[in-house]
């Protein structure tokens, strides 16, 4: 009994919170789960067989085509809809793998990877749009954290798979099955319609009562409600890129350390996106941007301390912590801000915070630590993320209930 309540006062039951999980979200697990292995499996494995002379080309044109894919996609996705454009991505990433072992020329690599990497940037905004769509929107940080899960635990298994397969196996086996992991689950992809169809509907009205209007790359990038949380994400995503490329080269590699924290890292990063999903739903998720990048801050800076195994496990746990809260966090709000006609926009909005972010974090990292050493390096870069502090602030202070026109 509430003491507060007045005697014979009626009281108002909580309103259920919808299902989570239904068919057509359990289907599209199926789809994040082989575009997934697909695109992991061969991350590695292909540089690794191509060579010094092919390697750096390999994955720079791979990762190039990735961005180009996330860049087209909203106007694919505008003028198709979500499965197709779902369907032809996963087409693209995986019948090219098969066709990888008919040639060890580095051009010709390449050009795989070219197609390969449209085909994932397709698959990346498309399959983000779907999956916004198929989740509640009471529970959407909750379900994004979910899909994240999906996708994550394949692509850790995936990518030392795709190596230790292709040197105890075979190249030709391991391209086929990465090929195959991407062509089998694309018959589930027309069986999404039913489930996403209604979901994706309510969203498809403005609040004036006619058609959304889908949001392009551009305006998002104008929108303050859509802007500050990219810029927030991709300091993390910086930093990200910072931990998986040159932790291993700052700690003696014979000790091991450098491999445990990088499973540290992944494992709190998970977690965190779960807890901060449940508790987005429940609270907000506006209220966790700032906290999550200011533990990712504290935690790349805690990385300083290389010749302490201690420290960097820690260091490495808490930037995973904060990683996967700013993952969860920045990524609800972006959906929560538009209709579900835009929802193709935030995906590649987000998808190249995180891909462009990792990547100007490894390049630019190894110049500044050419001059300061890994150490300083470390430090220096959790102080720079800092200067993401004022959008998030500003953005917790301009959050209005998610409307990106007034945000």
């Not at 999903?277 to 790349?300: H, I, K, Q």
């Amino acid at each position: 009994m509430n003491p507060t309540a007045r005697p014979g006062a009626p009281t108002t039951a909580p309103a259920p919170r919808p299902p989570l999980l239904s068919r057509a979200l359990l289907l599209r697990f199926v789809s994040v789960v082989g575009s997934t292995v697909s695109f992991f499996l061969l991350l590695s494995a292909v540089p690794a067989h191509a060579g010094r002379d092919g390697a750096g080309l390999a994955t720079g044109t791979l990762m190039l085509s990735t961005v180009l894919g996330e860049l087209t996609g909203p106007r694919i996705l505008g003028r198709f809809g979500s499965r197709g454009p779902l369907a032809a991505g996963l087409f693209l990433l995986g019948a090219p793998a098969l066709a990888l072992p008919l040639s060890d020329a580095p051009v010709w690599t390449a050009a795989v990877c070219l197609v390969r990497g449209l085909g994932f940037g397709l698959t990346m905004v498309a399959g983000g749009a779907l999956t916004a769509a198929l989740i509640p929107a009471g529970r959407r940080g909750e379900g994004l954290a979910l899909v994240g899960l999906v996708g994550g635990v394949p692509s850790l298994l995936a990518l030392p798979l795709g190596i230790w397969l292709a040197g105890h196996v075979g190249y030709a086996p391991v391209t086929t099955a990465a090929g195959l992991a991407a062509l089998a689950v694309i018959p589930t992809v027309p069986a999404l319609r039913a489930g996403g169809e209604t979901a994706a509907s309510r969203g498809r009205e403005s609040a004036g009562g006619g058609p959304a209007v889908a949001v392009g790359v551009v305006g998002a990038v104008r929108t303050g409600g859509l802007r500050r949380p990219t810029v927030v994400f991709a300091a993390t995503a910086v930093a990200a890129g910072i931990l998986v490329t040159f932790l291993p080269l700052a700690v003696p590699r014979a000790s091991g350390v450098a491999t445990a924290a990088l499973l540290v890292q992944s494992t709190a990063s998970t977690a965190a996106r779960w807890a901060a999903g449940r508790y987005g739903d429940r609270r907000g998720s506006a209220r966790l941007v700032v906290p999550g990048l200011l533990v990712s801050a504290a935690g790349l800076s805690a990385l300083a301390a290389t010749s302490s195994p201690v420290a960097v496990l820690v260091g490495a746990a808490v930037f995973g912590t904060g990683f996967g809260v700013a993952q969860n966090a920045t990524l609800t709000l972006m959906y929560g801000r538009v209709s579900a006609a835009s929802y193709g926009t935030v995906s590649a909005l987000w998808n190249l915070a995180y891909d462009g972010g990792m990547g100007v974090g490894a390049a630019g990292f190894g110049l500044l630590a050419a001059h300061t050493g890994y150490a300083w390096g470390f430090a220096l870069t959790g102080l720079l993320m800092l200067g993401a502090l004022g959008p998030a602030v500003r953005d917790r202070r301009a959050d209005t209930g998610g409307d990106p026109v007034r945000a």
